[in-house]
C-alpha cells in the first residue's frame, strides 16, 4: 500500500508520471464533497496509484479502480478555491511543504469525536434528553424542542400578520425577546437589548421578513442587521440567524461564527467570515452546514435538522473539543 503526507510529497521518479505542461484541471470526490477540490499530483505507473491534493491541505492517493470517484470540474464554481489548490499542488509537486500548520482535521474526525461522546448519535436516550430536552423533568435554555415549539406559536405566519394589521409593534418585539429569552442560541445581554428598544413600525417589519419575507434570505437578514445597527444593537451572527433557525429548524442555522470559521475552513477555505453578519456569506455557510448534513447521513447518523447540525459542529469544533481532533488521522489517506 503506497501512502505518503504532505509534509514529504513525493518527487516524480522514473516509475512515477506527473501531470504534463498546461492547465492543471481541477476535480471532486463525488462522495466526499466535504474535501473540497483537488488537483492531480502524480501517477505510479508500477502500481497504478494516483494522488490529488485537496483543499482541505490532504494528499490522498487511490487504487486503481476508483480513479472513477474524480469528478473533473472544468468551470469551477469557486475560481478561488480551484486556484488555491492548483498552487498547493504545484508547490507539492516542486518538493516544498505546502505548510507547517498542523493538518486540518476533516468532518470524520468530527464524526469519530462525536460517537465518542454520544454514541448512540441523534436519536439516542443522551442527546435527546439533553439537547433536545425530550423526557426532561424541567425545560432548560439549551433544550431545542422547547424553543423550536414556542417559535412555532408566537410567531407563526398568520400570529404575527394580525399583529401587523393592527399595527401592534409592541407585541411582535415582545414575542421575539420571548423566544429568544427562552433559549442559549443568544446571550442575556443582547436580548435585553431588543427588549429595551423602542417598538418601531419598521423594527416589526423586518422582523416579520427576516421570517416570512417575499426576497431572498440574504437580502432579508441584511436588513434586519441594518436596521438593528440604526437602532444601536450591533447584532452577532448569533442573534442574527436565532430566530429563523428555531421557526425553521430544517431550512436555517444559528451561526456560531467561532466555530462555523472552523468548519468553513474545512469545507470551503476560500470563505471569508466578518465579524458583523452578512445575508450572502450566510447563504454559503448554510451550504457548508448541508455538507456536514449529508457527510453525517453518510456515515448513519443522520441528524434531525440544522439544530442538530449547529450543535455538531459546536461539540466537535470548539477550543477543547478542537485540540483533539487536530492531528487526529494521517494526513493522507490512500483509499483501496
Same mark, same amino acid.
Given at each position: 500500500?503506497?501512502?505518503?503526507?504532505?509534509?514529504?510529497?513525493?518527487?516524480?521518479?522514473?516509475?512515477?508520471?506527473?501531470?504534463?505542461?498546461?492547465?492543471?484541471?481541477?476535480?471532486?470526490?463525488?462522495?466526499?464533497?466535504?474535501?473540497?477540490?483537488?488537483?492531480?499530483?502524480?501517477?505510479?505507473?508500477?502500481?497504478?496509484?494516483?494522488?490529488?491534493?485537496?483543499?482541505?491541505?490532504?494528499?490522498?492517493?487511490?487504487?486503481?479502480?476508483?480513479?472513477?470517484?474524480?469528478?473533473?470540474?472544468?468551470?469551477?464554481?469557486?475560481?478561488?478555491?480551484?486556484?488555491?489548490?492548483?498552487?498547493?499542488?504545484?508547490? +507539492?509537486?516542486?518538493?516544498? @511543504?505546502? +505548510?507547517?500548520?498542523?493538518?486540518?482535521?476533516?468532518?470524520?474526525?468530527?464524526?469519530?469525536?462525536?460517537?465518542?461522546?454520544?454514541?448512540?448519535?441523534?436519536?439516542?436516550?443522551?442527546?435527546?434528553?439533553?439537547?433536545?430536552?425530550?423526557?426532561?423533568?424541567?425545560?432548560?435554555?439549551? *433544550?431545542?424542542?422547547?424553543?423550536?415549539?414556542?417559535?412555532?406559536?408566537?410567531? +407563526?405566519?398568520?400570529?404575527?400578520? @394580525?399583529?401587523?394589521?393592527?399595527?401592534?409593534?409592541?407585541? &411582535?418585539?415582545?414575542?421575539?425577546?420571548?423566544?429568544?429569552?427562552?433559549?442559549?442560541?443568544?446571550?442575556?445581554?443582547?436580548?435585553?437589548?431588543?427588549?429595551?428598544?423602542?417598538?418601531?413600525?419598521? #423594527?416589526?417589519?423586518?422582523?416579520?421578513?427576516?421570517?416570512?419575507? $417575499?426576497?431572498? *434570505?440574504? *437580502?432579508?437578514?441584511?436588513?434586519?442587521?441594518?436596521?438593528?445597527?440604526?437602532?444601536? #444593537?450591533?447584532?452577532?451572527?448569533?442573534?442574527?440567524?436565532?430566530?429563523?433557525?428555531?421557526?425553521?429548524?430544517?431550512?436555517?442555522?444559528?451561526?456560531?461564527?467561532?466555530?462555523? @470559521?472552523?468548519?468553513?475552513?474545512?469545507?470551503?477555505?476560500?470563505? @471569508?467570515?466578518?465579524?458583523?453578519?452578512?445575508?450572502?456569506?450566510?447563504?454559503?455557510?448554510?451550504?457548508?452546514?448541508? $455538507?456536514?448534513?449529508?457527510? #453525517?447521513?453518510?456515515?448513519?447518523?443522520?441528524?434531525?435538522?440544522?439544530?442538530?447540525?449547529?450543535?455538531? &459542529?459546536?461539540?466537535?469544533?470548539?477550543?477543547?473539543?478542537?485540540?483533539?481532533?487536530?492531528?487526529?488521522?494521517?494526513?493522507?489517506?490512500?483509499?483501496?
Amino acid at each position: 500500500m503506497h501512502t505518503t503526507t504532505q509534509q514529504d510529497s513525493p518527487r516524480p521518479t522514473p516509475q512515477t508520471v506527473a501531470p504534463s505542461g498546461g492547465r492543471v484541471r481541477v476535480y471532486r470526490h463525488r462522495k466526499r464533497p466535504s474535501w473540497g477540490l483537488a488537483a492531480f499530483l502524480w501517477e505510479n505507473e508500477e502500481d497504478g496509484k494516483r494522488a490529488y491534493q485537496f483543499e482541505d491541505g490532504r494528499v490522498r492517493v487511490f487504487a486503481d479502480g476508483y480513479y472513477g470517484l474524480m469528478e473533473p470540474i472544468f468551470d469551477p464554481a469557486d475560481p478561488a478555491a480551484a486556484r488555491a489548490v492548483r498552487r498547493m499542488a504545484a508547490r +507539492s509537486q516542486a518538493g516544498q @511543504k505546502s +505548510s507547517r500548520r498542523k493538518p486540518m482535521p476533516r468532518v470524520a474526525d468530527q464524526v469519530g469525536l462525536f460517537m465518542s461522546q454520544y454514541p448512540e448519535g441523534f436519536a439516542g436516550t443522551v442527546w435527546s434528553r439533553d439537547i433536545r430536552g425530550q423526557g426532561a423533568r424541567r425545560g432548560l435554555k439549551r *433544550h431545542r424542542d422547547r424553543a423550536v415549539a414556542l417559535a412555532a406559536k408566537l410567531l +407563526s405566519r398568520d400570529a404575527l400578520a @394580525k399583529l401587523l394589521v393592527a399595527r401592534d409593534w409592541a407585541a &411582535i418585539r415582545d414575542r421575539a425577546v420571548k423566544v429568544l429569552r427562552s433559549t442559549d442560541l443568544v446571550t442575556v445581554k443582547d436580548v435585553k437589548k431588543l427588549a429595551s428598544l423602542t417598538p418601531t413600525e419598521r #423594527l416589526a417589519c423586518t422582523i416579520n421578513d427576516l421570517l416570512y419575507g $417575499v426576497k431572498d *434570505h440574504a *437580502h432579508n437578514l441584511d436588513q434586519f442587521v441594518r436596521e438593528l445597527d440604526r437602532l444601536g #444593537l450591533r447584532a452577532s451572527w448569533r442573534f442574527a440567524t436565532a430566530l429563523p433557525a428555531l421557526r425553521f429548524p430544517d431550512e436555517h442555522v444559528c451561526v456560531r461564527s467561532s466555530v462555523f @470559521k472552523e468548519q468553513a475552513r474545512m469545507i470551503k477555505p476560500t470563505l @471569508k467570515m466578518s465579524t458583523r453578519p452578512s445575508g450572502n456569506v450566510y447563504a454559503e455557510l448554510l451550504k457548508v452546514v448541508m $455538507v456536514v448534513h449529508k457527510e #453525517l447521513g453518510a456515515a448513519g447518523r443522520a441528524p434531525r435538522d440544522l439544530l442538530d447540525v449547529a450543535q455538531f &459542529i459546536w461539540a466537535t469544533l470548539r477550543r477543547s473539543s478542537r485540540e483533539r481532533l487536530i492531528g487526529a488521522g494521517d494526513k493522507v489517506s490512500t483509499v483501496h
